[in-house]
């Protein structure tokens, strides 16, 4: 079957750095997604990996192993604005639907 | 800037009543989804469309049905409301291609009494 794994909820410290894990088993891969969404608010996008290796822009990476089905979103330098959930979703193959992880809530403290 | 709106931000009905949501996006894109979203899952998509006229079931398409009559536009009806009904509903739209993200409008927050 199709399934994604995340973490439910994370707490991390402001100006600190966090690692949100995402696992997958899908039947095929078309690259996977990471999406942020503040509270009551719609998903926006954040980066995108269809190869292996680490995706840098600014304060967030992302990075993929297609042959372990793993992805992790890396936040640097944590602000209070971070303070959201983070959706991983990954493309299965050739049509345009996404399979969705539930989201990891990501507290940020002072 | 892609820009994705939905016709309410919040709606209240009453069980049975019939319920129309709708969606508008102003980037050309050929594929338009209609998902909802519930506390602790992921979003399910419910509809998608890849063009003008046409429609496929997502994974929960029982109690709703869809209408894509113009490019820009892709509705989605309730033909009668229930409370498990009661969700957040987000549409979203993207470019044919594979790599392009998803752009999501800013969700209408369904209460079904």
């Known amino acids: 079957g199709q399934n994604i794994d995340q973490p439910t909820e994370m707490t991390a410290t402001e100006g600190a750095i966090v690692q949100i894990n995402c696992t997958y088993q899908t039947s095929g891969f078309n690259g996977l997604f990471w999406y942020q969404q503040h509270a009551g608010e719609a998903p926006t996008f954040l980066s995108y990996n269809v190869l292996d290796g680490l995706e840098e822009k600014g304060r967030f990476s992302s990075f993929l192993s297609r042959s372990k089905g793993y992805s992790y979103l890396l936040l640097k330098e944590l602000q209070m604005k971070d303070s959201a959930s983070y959706l991983c979703a990954v493309r299965d193959g050739s049509n345009y639907q996404l399979i969705w992880g539930a989201g990891t809530k990501l507290i940020i403290k002072p | 800037d892609v820009k994705v709106t939905q016709s309410s931000r919040y709606l209240v009905k009453r069980t049975g009543e019939k319920v129309f949501l709708e969606c508008v996006q102003d980037?050309?894109?050929?594929?338009m989804f209609w998902y909802r979203q519930d506390p602790g899952l992921g979003l399910r998509l419910i509809y998608f469309?890849?063009?003008?006229?046409?429609?496929e079931k997502g994974d929960i398409p029982e109690g709703y049905s869809v209408s894509r009559e113009k490019k820009e536009r892709f509705s989605l009806i309730l033909e009668s409301a229930s409370t498990n009904q009661t969700s957040m509903y987000l549409c979203a739209s993207s470019p044919r291609l594979a790599g392009e993200t998803q752009y999501f409008g800013p969700g209408t927050r369904l209460l079904v009494l």
């Open positions: 980037m050309d894109h050929e594929n």
């Open positions: 469309s890849y063009d003008v006229k046409m429609k």
